[in-house]
């Protein structure tokens, strides 16, 4: 005779082999709509106009409109056409396998992380240009892919299933809005690796507690990257202050777009919301789980045992305190083929906020400062960008800017020089909960951590009122 304890094993493991039950199986909006997955071809058939839309985004296109760049002069700008101190440029290092002396693949180029299947975005929209769109990399759960190579030598991105019909199928049916782990997989590992880009936008944001951030915390708010950033038509909101082009000129994203513009409650506190933003206060430090890139040295390879690779001289930092500044929205940037206007400490000003204490639409906003070191063509005064991707592999920094200058002037012997570069990116990630916001003598104390005298003081504000 079976005891109760035997029988009630037994119907779990009945329950085991027969697999979930109906109700929970997970379902997907797509997945009947198609019978097997042939390219972003198959999207078009239902999602063409989506597609067009897409094509005209920033995540495609990689440059934008860009009315917040004092010296834009009017044109679109973004990743393809101007220069960033992490990387430089995607001209000289766009696609392929870069392979070490172990056969170890230790880069990809800097098309791993767009929203398209190999071939570099076009301004004239064709067919060929839409089925480029990798609509499969925001939009399926559990999608990845990898680098081909066909007969011809082009490369070309796929999905690491596409000689798996079925499960390709399976993954490509998976079409849901973006989720967390989409979007940080590119936007947390720009530059070269974990959190060394950004700084406020770490792997952890997956998963995190509201400490962490008190928006993205599953056990707070658990909100999504596109509850903030997504807008209409593929059009994604906020530009921070080191980006050139915005998808939303007229629709910024600004804390007041989900909070009051005085929401404490306190008078003493609601009146610094006038000249201070939210961040200062409300993310105390960033790079907490991952540390990030603070000083990249070009003009110094640094070689890399374990991974045989090379790269520049990186000082890392981590539980960074964010520097502060004035930000009135807008920003300058030092732009390619442009003769560079150095600042007074004779660096280049990749990206730089502007405003001043005495500008009533400034405010002081949190900062990464990030500094390089980069080369510049000596006579024309014009940054150069670099070609990675085969640095990496033989550290030759020498050949990196030649091909640099070639890819970006058509200047095949350049003379250049290396210089000091500084850009301020904006911290916007990471808020802690208000309990742990910084107190007023975090700041208003000697010894604290605002440099008043940076910001346009004589000396602490509130301190003098005391003397």
């Known amino acids: 005779m079976k005891t109760t304890a035997t029988l009630a094993v037994s119907l779990v493991i009945v329950a085991a082999l027969a697999g979930p039950s109906p109700a929970a199986r997970q379902t997907y909006s797509h997945q009947e709509y198609f019978e097997h997955y042939e ?39 973004g990743k393809l056409n101007t220069m960033n101190d992490f990387c430089t440029n995607p ?59 066909d007969e ?17 199928d399976s993954v490509s049916k998976r079409i849901g809005m973006p989720e967390r782990t989409m979007c940080l997989r590119c936007h947390s590992g720009a530059g070269g690796g974990p959190n060394f880009k950004r700084g406020d936008i770490e792997y952890a944001l997956n998963e995190c507690d509201a400490d962490f951030d008190v928006h993205m915390a599953a056990e707070g708010n658990d909100m999504a990257c596109a509850d903030c950033h997504g807008g209409a038509d593929h059009r994604m909101r906020g530009r921070g202050t080191d980006l050139s082009g915005t998808d939303n000129p007229d629709d910024p994203l600004l804390c007041t777009s989900c909070h009051d513009e005085r929401p404490h409650g306190q008078p003493v506190l609601d009146g610094h ?127 990196a800017v030649i091909e640099g200058a070639a890819a970006a002037y058509g200047i095949h012997h350049p003379a250049y020089e290396w210089k000091s570069a500084i850009r ?27 440099d008043w005298k940076a910001l346009g003081y004589k000396e602490d504000p509130l301190l003098k009122e005391f003397r």
Request: aromatic share 8%; charged share 25%; hydrophobic share 35%.
């Open 39 to 77: 390219g972003t071809s198959t999207c078009l058939e239902c999602h063409q106009e989506e597609a067009e839309d897409f094509f005209h985004s920033q995540h495609y296109q990689w440059q934008g409109e860009a009315p917040n760049i004092v010296n834009s002069h009017g044109d679109k700008l």
């Open 91 to 149: 001209m000289p290092s766009w696609i392929g396998n870069a392979v070490n002396s172990d056969g170890k693949i230790i880069a990809q180029g800097c098309s791993k992380c767009h929203a398209g299947l190999g071939k570099k975005p076009s301004i004239e929209m064709t067919r060929d240009q839409l089925e480029n769109i990798d609509c499969l990399i925001c939009h399926a759960s559990g999608y990845r892919r990898d680098l081909y190579q």
């Open 152 to 168: 011809a030598g082009n490369w070309e991105w796929k999905p690491i299933l596409w000689k798996n019909q079925a499960g390709l």
């Open 273 to 399: 919301t006038e000249r201070l933003y939210c961040t200062v206060c409300h993310i105390t430090e960033f790079a907490k789980a991952d540390s990030t890139d603070m000083v990249r040295d070009w003009s110094t390879p640094k070689h890399h045992e374990e991974a045989n690779k090379y790269s520049a001289t990186i000082t890392f930092g981590s539980n960074v305190k964010p520097v502060l500044a004035w930000f009135n929205g807008r920003s300058r940037i030092a732009r390619l083929g442009e003769k560079i206007e150095y600042d007074d400490e004779g660096r280049i000003p990749v990206m730089v906020p502007q405003g001043d204490r005495k500008d009533k639409q400034a405010k002081l906003h949190a900062f990464k400062v990030h500094r390089a070191v980069l080369p510049v063509l000596q006579h024309e005064q014009w940054m150069i960008p670099l070609a990675v991707d085969e640095f990496f592999i033989d550290g030759d920094i020498e050949k």
């Open 424 to 450: 301020y990116m904006g911290i916007f990630h990471e808020v802690r909960p208000a309990s742990e916001a910084l107190q007023c003598l975090d700041c208003h104390t000697d010894g604290g951590r605002v």
